[in-house]
């Protein structure tokens, strides 16, 4: 299966700017998750989708950051504006949701893309 | 509130040696613990989850981890190290309440094998 696609892989911007990254997760996964992973640093979740719905977007900076998944299948994460503490990777990642597969694996493994990351100057 | 902890920023260990990670956790009621591996610009790679039953959980390219409940521990092993181990791994937790099965992880630990 393909995996979680994320672009663009690259940005630099200055400070001010704005910027979006886009994520397509697995087919038919419904749950979609924004992860930031400052250098030397773990990811830290900025957002939950399930199918186009919030579940958890506590430490989402709402003044600056925003994220959308309106169909349920793809997903926009955006800065507006950045500021240079914004630099880092940012991971999107997927798994099938809760239900009928959270009882039958025991528990979903999140599937992650490749990353966009950002500088900002 | 839930966290893990990974004591060690690196791990040098020489091919052909055996490796650990030390990953500690602190959660509420049963933990749900979960490795991952991270190669230079590439996203994060599942290895290995701990969800109930045998302590010793094997996954991918070897590797395996050993569930300790009373020192609260899920140390990453592999019995003999490869120069293509070398990498960030990061040990994460998923919290037990509320509908999502989002992860914490850990600040992560580069291992460094030497030839």
């Known amino acids: 299966e393909a995996g979680v696609a994320q672009s663009p892989r690259y940005k630099i911007i200055e400070k001010r700017q704005s910027v979006a990254f886009w994520c397509n997760p697995i087919s038919g996964h419904a749950t979609l998750y924004w992860y930031q992973q400052i250098l030397g640093q773990g990811p830290k979740l900025l957002i939950q989708f399930q199918n186009n719905g919030v579940v958890d977007d506590s430490q989402l900076p709402k003044d600056r950051f925003s994220a959308e998944r309106l169909k349920g299948v793809d997903s926009t994460l955006k800065i507006q504006p950045a500021k240079l503490e914004d630099s880092a990777v940012y991971l999107c990642?997927?798994?099938?949701?809760?239900?009928?597969?959270?009882?039958?694996?025991?528990?979903?493994?999140?599937?992650f893309g490749a990353g966009s990351r950002l500088t900002v100057l | 509130a839930q966290s893990v902890a990974q004591p060690e920023d690196q791990v040098n260990v020489a091919e052909g040696n055996p490796l650990t990670v030390k990953c500690t956790y602190s959660?509420?009621?049963?933990?749900?613990l979960f490795w991952y591996v991270q190669y230079p610009n590439r996203g994060l790679q599942f290895l290995l989850k701990?969800?109930?039953?045998?302590?010793l959980v094997k996954g991918s390219y070897g590797f395996e981890a050993e569930f300790n409940k009373s020192q609260t521990s899920f140390h990453l092993k592999k019995p003999s190290a490869l120069v293509s181990d070398s990498a960030l791994y990061f040990c994460?937790?998923?919290?037990?309440?509320?509908?999502?099965?989002?992860?914490?992880f850990g600040t992560g630990t580069r291992l460094q094998v030497f030839p």
């Open positions: 990642a997927s798994s099938p949701g809760q239900g009928v597969w959270e009882s039958i694996s025991g528990a979903n493994v999140l599937t």
């Open positions: 701990y969800i109930t039953g045998d302590n």
């Open positions: 959660v509420s009621g049963n933990p749900y």
């Open positions: 994460a937790v998923r919290p037990h309440r509320g509908n999502t099965d989002k992860l914490i």
